[in-house]
């Protein structure tokens, strides 16, 4: 039994220092030669917001009325970015390090987990440009900040479940990169990042507020609405959980999130044992 037990305490190990090094190689490698390196990754965002807000806040006039709009905008960004990152980076991943999967005995999830977090580490960069933002526009931080952890967790193994099954696509099907290329810019303009959700639901005709409420049953809207809620703007962040009172409705983004995940285990883990030979 000790054996047996000190054989995964190693293995597990193994697998930990493997994780590790790929992420620190991944993130030195995305930036490696360009001028500003790692601050593209808060430039990044930054210069999408204010093309964002001048076209939709300022020129359209698409505000929720509110003076958090500019910091809730970032972040809604911000997260977005989070989610396209990680998906189109770990979608390549697999046959990116084919060469080394080939070498190197270690499991294959590892090298699309090291993908996404590097992205994750990103992501916790531009979360502190917003924290420092929302001390500039004074916002008022309440105890729902405690569950920003809970919101960004989920929103991460979203990401990861739809990259799981995404890469394991994309080592027999080289167009499935170009078609979630696509999805992404028809994902993106349909959920609430750079227009609130306000702008739907205030529609005058009876199909605004319901469409305003299926956004919100998408877990990638859900989640970026649930951050912002509980990182910047509680009072005026329209949730599924303030907006739809069916208990049973409002898990419906959650339950989509875990089959998310557990699909993308089960295919990967289905398939992941003929990638050295299809590459």
């Keep these: 039994m000790r054996s047996i037990i000190d054989r995964l305490r190693q293995r597990y190990h193994y697998s930990l220092v493997?994780?590790?090094e790929l992420v620190k190689t991944d993130f030195k490698l995305r930036y490696q030669g360009s001028f500003l390196g790692v601050a593209w990754s808060v430039l990044q965002?930054?210069?999408?917001?204010?093309v964002m807000y001048l076209v939709f806040a300022k020129f359209l006039r698409m505000t929720d009325g509110t003076p958090t709009y500019p910091v809730v905008l970032l972040l809604g960004i911000s997260s977005w970015q989070f989610f396209n990152e990680s998906t189109s980076i770990g979608l390549r991943s697999i046959v990116d390090r084919?060469?080394?999967l080939r070498k190197v005995h270690f499991p294959n999830y590892i090298?699309?987990?090291s993908a996404t977090m590097g992205a994750l580490i990103s992501y916790g960069i531009n979360l502190i440009v917003v924290?420092?933002?929302?001390?500039?526009c004074r916002v008022h931080f309440t105890w729902r900040v405690l569950l920003l952890p809970v919101s960004v967790f989920q929103l991460y193994i979203l990401a990861l479940g739809f990259t799981l099954i995404m890469s394991t696509m994309y080592v027999y099907f080289r167009d499935v990169s170009h078609?979630?290329?696509?999805?992404?810019?028809?994902i993106f303009y349909s959920i609430p990042v750079i227009y609130p959700l306000t702008a739907v639901s205030g529609i005058h005709h009876w199909w605004g507020p319901v469409v305003a409420k299926l956004l919100l049953l998408n877990p990638i809207a859900q989640s970026i609405q649930d951050i912002r809620h509980s990182f910047i703007a509680p009072e005026t962040t329209p949730t599924v959980w303030n907006q739809i009172s069916n208990p049973f409705v409002t898990m419906i983004p959650i339950l989509l999130t875990v089959i998310m995940v557990v699909l993308g285990v089960s295919v990967f883990r289905k398939y992941n044992r003929k990638f050295a030979e299809v590459m």
């Design 131 to 136: 924290l420092i933002f929302a001390i500039f």
């Design 18 to 20: 493997i994780l590790r």
């Design 111 to 113: 090298v699309v987990v």
């Design 45 to 50: 965002p930054l210069m999408l917001f204010v």
């Design 179 to 186: 078609i979630w290329d696509v999805l992404q810019q028809v």
């Design 98 to 100: 084919g060469d080394l």
